[in-house]
């Protein structure tokens, strides 16, 4: 998008995704001059609320870009930029300090409150999901109330450590303090403000295992299952979707012919893959059979024609809560766990043991100890953005076979002669007593 006459070499692009390529596209903006996320493709307009924003300006033969992270300081920073170069063209170098000066006093001049608010406008949904966007808010609103610096530039190291002992005054532990603290200072990063916590101030947390369903436990479960409850939970357990994939699941994701399932977008129903790529993952013919038993048994309406819809028709939300109920049938229950709503498992479906989740760490477990697939290939079938994610599980991976080789193993032999050797002795001991 060009500006005005007045500023005709500052552009503003913005870099978005096309056809699975990252592109610096041109802007176009409302008639009132705002930016809502409409880009130039080929010439006809689309909305893109992925991507960064970018001013672009030439200096002489070269051409310059800077990032713009915040979408409502992009129009600030094209005008700046622009007084900036018709200054300079007009011989004016005097007055860039100025002008300078001037702009950078009334950045930092930004209040707190009203900085957030229009953080949050940005990230609303669809930018983010609903889901991590209350926790933006959340923390950020909670930050708000307890910071007692009005401005963004006052905010120093003692507000950010004192935010964290908040977390902990609140009952949190050190994995949601940390989460919560590196949303603040992401938003901080945003507007300019790095560095403020060193690596020892972050809450240290400890890594917790992957947990997994064992067979017989799954046996159980689905043993307790009617018809419909067994299919749906197989479907968890033999794709490795995350619950929300599950719910969103159309009959045209499952491809009989080439036995996989899809994960794909349903704007109609306000649902996006996470990551934003779309995936197939190859299933078991088991599961496919027991799919078409499935389909062949509804007959409740089915608007938008889901796998596992309510019985109204509409995208499910209680999966989890359905899944403890059932464990609680089958009497699965641990009896001993208190969830963090007060409910005690031995006193209804409330047990922490069960939940959607650990269905995936299943599959993905499972899948790299009988070498099902490689790492990259498991990465694909999940839908994980970084590899970081899947090698997670390789910490809980041993093989089908890790057993059999330490008992074979040196350190096993040195065990039993060690063991063999004092048993003949404490033998001998005692013959001759």
């Known amino acids: 998008m060009k500006l005005q006459a007045r500023t005709p070499r500052v552009n503003i692009l913005k870099k978005v995704r096309v056809d699975g390529i990252w592109k610096l596209l041109p802007v176009v903006t409302e008639p009132n001059g705002k930016l809502k996320d409409k880009v130039r493709v080929n010439g006809t307009v689309e909305v893109h609320p992925e991507g960064s924003y970018y001013i672009e300006w030439w200096e002489g033969s070269k051409r310059k870009r800077e990032a713009v992270p915040n979408r409502d300081q992009v129009l600030h920073h094209a005008n700046r930029k622009a007084l900036l170069l018709q200054a300079a063209h007009a011989g004016m170098l005097d007055r860039l300090a100025d002008v300078a000066e001037t702009t950078k006093t009334a950045t930092a001049k930004r209040r707190l409150d009203a900085t957030i608010e229009s953080y949050l406008e940005d990230v609303k949904p669809p930018q983010r999901e609903p889901k991590t966007y209350a926790a933006y808010k959340y923390a950020l609103n909670l ?28 009952g949190c532990g050190a994995r949601t303090a940390y989460n919560r603290a590196n949303i603040i200072v992401q938003f901080l990063k945003l507007q300019g403000i790095k560095g403020l916590l060193h690596k020892r101030d972050w809450p240290e947390y400890v890594e917790s295992i992957r947990k997994i369903y064992e067979t017989d436990e799954l046996r159980a479960l689905f043993a307790s299952c009617n018809p419909e409850e067994r299919v749906r ?4 357990v033999l794709t490795g979707e995350r619950d929300k994939e599950v719910r969103f699941t159309c009959w045209k994701d499952i491809d009989f012919r080439r036995r996989t399932v899809r994960v794909t977008a349903k704007l109609h129903l306000g649902f996006k893959p996470k990551n934003k790529e779309e995936r197939e993952i190859p299933v078991p013919e088991t599961l496919l059979t027991a799919l078409k038993e499935h389909k062949q048994r509804q007959h409740d309406p089915n608007p938008y024609n889901l796998v596992f819809p309510t019985e109204q028709g509409r995208p499910d939300k209680n999966f989890e809560s359905k899944l403890k109920k059932i464990a609680r049938r089958a009497r699965l229950n641990c009896g001993i766990c208190l969830s963090r ?21 299943t599959y993905a477990t499972v899948n790299l100890e009988g070498n099902v697939c490689s790492i990259r290939k498991l990465q694909e079938w999940l839908g994980h953005k970084d590899l970081a994610s899947t090698m997670a599980y390789l910490k809980y991976v041993g093989g089908n076979d890790l057993h059999e080789r330490l008992n074979n193993g040196e350190l096993a032999g040195l065990a039993i002669g060690t063991i063999v050797e004092q048993s003949t002795r404490n033998a001998g001991s005692a013959t001759v007593q």
Not at 149 to 155: A, G, L, S
Request: proline share 2%; glycine share 10%.
């Open 341 to 361: 709503h007060g409910n005690r498992c031995s006193e209804g479906p409330y047990c922490s043991n069960w939940f959607l989740h650990k269905f995936r760490h």
């Open 143 to 170: 930050f708000r109330e307890g910071c007692a610096k009005t401005y963004v530039h006052q905010i120093d190291r003692q507000d950010l450590l004192g935010f964290i002992r908040t977390q902990y005054g609140l």
């Open 233 to 236: 939970y197989l479907f968890f």
